[in-house]
């Protein structure tokens, strides 16, 4: 009972733990950067010679290890950082904004 609660407590960190560029596996293993030898589509002209993954070094297709396609991790990672550009624009242009005005209490 107890190892099975362990597997699916793992399979949940790699799940959550699947958002943008991945660092490092939660089994602790190295990411890799795999192209696949083989187009997955014949008409895939964007990922040629193959797609592009993500990969642990450690992988067995057993669900807890990462092997997530390169397109998702930095279309994930670009939208992160897009979001933190706009909030730090944000901060900004308050910042400006109390900078220019006038202040009611100097004479």
């Excluded at 959550?16 to 187009?39: H, L």
């Excluded at 396609?69 to 897009?82: D, T, Y």
């Amino acid at each position: 009972m107890k190892a099975s609660k362990i597997d699916i407590d793992m399979l949940g960190f790699v799940e959550d733990a699947q958002c943008g560029i991945p660092t490092r596996c939660p089994c602790g293993g190295k990411i890799i950067n795999e192209v696949s030898r083989d187009p997955k589509y014949p008409t895939d002209f964007d990922t040629l010679p193959g797609r592009k993954y993500f990969t642990c070094i450690n992988f067995e297709n057993d669900g807890f290890h990462f092997r997530q396609p390169w397109v998702f991790g930095v279309q994930e990672e670009v939208e992160m950082l897009r979001k933190r550009v706009d909030a730090m624009a944000a901060e900004i242009a308050e910042l400006k904004y109390n900078l220019t005005r006038p202040n009611p209490t100097t004479p």
